[in-house]
């Protein structure tokens, strides 16, 4: 039980960290902000509730439970959301995968106010009535496999729509999530109950967060030289500067890779500077990202 113990609290400061660093390093007052923001709250939250499990505590706060249960319910329409944001697509909310999900959480909530109005329904008995298999037992996975599926074709749909490489890391993305859904859903045919959700799910979160890691280094547009924006205002060799100024690299890195001199380097940046009204690169980078 300690090694179980362990792996879930690990899990839980990783994807706090993970979390952490996307949100610091993405900040955007902008809806696709928000919606990812609480993408990536929800893992955290599902191992919260493990822990609590763990140490026999889930009983003393099952309103929690009920939360959890409607948070892991949202994770597909989310990702379907995310991905009509980021291509500049309508979401239909009406639509029928969405209203079956409104019964589906009209249900969870029923389960909560029986529980709170019910004094002869306790938590033994609310905690029993999710495992049981009834009808609604199969829209977690379907529902959810649903929206990715949606997701995937719209952004099938859209390439022309979208920058190359963010659309190459947003499918990159679905497929791991639709690929996981598939995976802990086999998982119970295998395992027994408390196995994948304590053992499993942990594992499969960790390698999740890792791959979406690798995938955003591999397709993000910063880092992806051969689908740059570029601005207007500058030359296209300006631009080039810019972009390896962006990731970090150093005069002599830039001049070594642009096969120019240290000094040329420096001037295109005092021009970069004048154009963008910026002080140093780091202003510089920031409006670049800003602007794309």
Request: proline share 2%.
């Given at each position: ?71 892991l319910r949202l ?206 690169r780091t202003e ?9």
């Amino acid at each position: 039980m300690s090694g179980i113990l362990a792996l879930n609290v690990a899990t839980i400061l990783y994807l706090c960290v993970v979390t952490a660093a996307v949100v610091i390093s993405n900040r955007r007052n902008t809806a696709s902000f928000y919606v990812l923001f609480f993408l990536l709250l929800i893992p955290i939250f599902a191992q919260v509730r493990q822990l609590l499990v763990l140490n026999d505590l889930l009983q003393k706060v099952p309103l929690y439970l009920l939360m959890v249960y409607i948070l892991l319910r949202l994770i597909g329409p989310l990702i379907n959301l995310l991905v009509h944001l980021q291509v500049k697509k309508k979401y239909n909310f009406l639509s029928w995968i969405n209203i079956t999900n409104y019964f589906v959480f009209g249900y969870i909530i029923y389960m909560g106010f029986r529980f709170m109005i019910s004094e002869s329904y306790n938590t033994n008995q609310m905690l029993l009535t999710f495992k049981e298999d009834h009808v609604l037992a199969w829209t977690y996975p379907v529902l959810q496999l649903l929206h990715v599926g949606e997701a995937l074709f719209v952004l099938h749909n859209s390439n022309g729509n979208s920058n190359k490489a963010l659309h190459q890391f947003m499918k990159a993305s679905v497929l791991v999530v639709a690929t996981v859904l598939v995976v802990l859903q086999l998982s119970y045919f295998v395992f027994d109950r408390f196995t994948v959700e304590h053992v499993v799910a942990p594992i499969v979160f960790l390698n999740v967060y890792s791959a979406i890691i690798f995938i955003s280094f591999k397709y993000s547009t910063v880092f992806n030289s051969a689908d740059k924006i570029n601005l207007p205002e500058l030359t296209e060799r300006e631009n080039n500067v810019l972009h390896k100024l962006v990731i970090g690299k150093t005069d002599k890195e830039i001049a070594d890779e642009l096969h120019l001199s240290v000094n040329t380097v420096a001037t295109y940046c005092r021009r970069i500077y004048q154009k963008l009204e910026v002080k140093n690169r780091t202003e510089a980078a920031r409006k670049f990202l800003q602007k794309n």
